[in-house]
């Protein structure tokens, strides 16, 4: 069911295009709170059942046929994020990839851990579309609601979910509903995520049309992002449009940095992204796991482990004051909180030691080929 019903009484969806975390979005997995939310769940089914069949169609095509599109337009204008939330989900994720990958285009997907935990080979498609994988919570709750452990899991158990099914370790966290708070915003901090909220909502959650859709699509301009859902037939239907217009804007989908949160040309590394531009190469094709390991009061081992390529970059984000110490199995240097690893034919598993600095959180870490 969609937000703009029982659940948020007396929250108008607002249609400006700028930034309003007043504007719900929603989920198919609420329980009925009303008619007239029952009444809106039964009729967005209604729409996926006609979708589920073009999907099945489609999906046997991504499975047997990798994206060899390249996109086709100019990028003079700038970049913009695409961004589906609430997936992957077996009746439209593999029509989604289809519609990106044929079209040469991109996006960042927020899975909630859930559907990725249910659904790891539609993480798989995701990842083999070179999609950027995003964090959107465990099973979407009023995450302000909720104690700061309960959030804690809630963001953990996604990343552990998607690093399981996907291989990559999210950079972006955006929360249900655009709900954020201080705890929230502390837990996620922790974690090394970057909250994502929007700047245009495309309203696909409160049953938009596939035209409306399109029009939200064609207020972005460069760096700006927009909202939409992996499950709403009109979104599916309205997304080779919103591609051609795009072209015709010469603007390109892009990745989202979580340095900025802003769309930027996207990396290529499928994954979270890199907080920097890769140092060399860039356009490669690996992931990096990222494993805390021995753990003492003022400083802690962090093993990486490099799957994809022998000859690598990786860049691993430092929290807080955190500060390299050591390391082994690699040519390390680091620059501020950001530690940039080679490798030196010693393998694909290296370390370091970072002292903590009042701050034990793991670091993030992406590759590029080199
Ligand atoms: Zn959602």
Same mark, same amino acid.
């Given at each position: ?7 948020? #009484? ?5 249609? #400006?295009?700028?930034? /309003? ?16 939310? $029952? ?15 073009? #999907? ?25 994020? !695409?961004?589906?939330? +609430? &997936? ?8 989604? %990839?289809?519609?990106? $990958?044929? #079209? ?34 465990? /099973? ?9 452990? /309960? %959030?804690?899991?809630? !963001? ?26 201080? $705890? ?19 309203? +696909? ?19 700006? @992002? @927009?909202?939409?859902? +992996? ?10 449009? %919103? ?10 989908? &892009? ?116």
């Amino acid at each position: 069911m969609c937000d703009g019903g029982a659940g948020l #009484a007396g929250a108008p969806a607002s249609r #400006a295009p700028s930034l /309003d975390t007043s504007t719900k979005e929603c989920t198919m997995s609420r329980s009925p709170l009303s008619t007239a939310s $029952t009444r809106r769940r039964r009729s967005v089914r209604a729409l996926l059942g006609l979708a589920a069949s073009t #999907a099945l169609a489609a999906g046997a095509v991504v499975a047997a046929q990798p994206a060899t599109a390249a996109w086709s337009g100019s990028c003079s204008a700038g970049y913009v994020g !695409l961004t589906f939330d +609430d &997936g992957p989900n077996a009746g439209t994720t593999n029509q989604l %990839i289809s519609t990106l $990958t044929s #079209a040469g285009a991109t996006a960042t997907v927020f899975p909630t851990g859930q559907n990725a935990s249910n659904n790891p080979s539609l993480m798989q498609a995701y990842k083999n579309a070179g999609l950027q994988i995003a964090n959107h919570s465990w /099973d979407h709750p009023h995450l302000i609601n909720m104690s700061q452990s /309960d %959030i804690q899991s809630q !963001l953990s158990r996604t990343q552990q979910a998607i690093q399981q099914t996907a291989g990559v370790t999210p950079t972006l966290f955006r929360p249900p509903y655009g709900e954020s708070n201080a $705890t929230l915003r502390a837990v996620e901090s922790s974690l090394g995520l970057r909250e994502i909220i929007w700047d245009v909502d495309s309203t +696909d959650w409160n049953n938009a049309s596939a035209a409306t859709i399109r029009q939200a699509a064609a207020r972005l301009t460069n760096g700006q @992002i @927009i909202l939409m859902h +992996d499950w709403p037939a009109a979104t599916q239907q309205a997304l080779p449009n %919103i591609l051609n217009d795009l072209k015709s804007r010469n603007l390109c989908p &892009g990745h989202i940095s979580s340095s900025t949160g802003r769309a930027v040309a996207p990396s290529g590394s499928g994954g979270g992204g890199p907080t920097t531009p890769p140092p060399t190469g860039g356009g490669g094709s690996c992931t990096v796991t990222v494993t805390k390991a021995n753990d003492w009061t003022d400083r802690f081992n962090v093993n990486l482990a490099v799957s994809g390529a022998s000859s690598w970059v990786v860049t691993i984000r430092l929290n807080g004051s955190q500060a390299l110490q050591n390391s082994w199995n690699a040519s390390v240097s680091s620059s501020g909180s950001t530690v940039t690893a080679r490798s030196n034919g010693s393998g694909n598993n290296f370390g370091i030691t970072v002292y903590k600095n009042g701050n034990s959180s793991t670091p993030s870490a992406t590759c590029a080929t080199a």
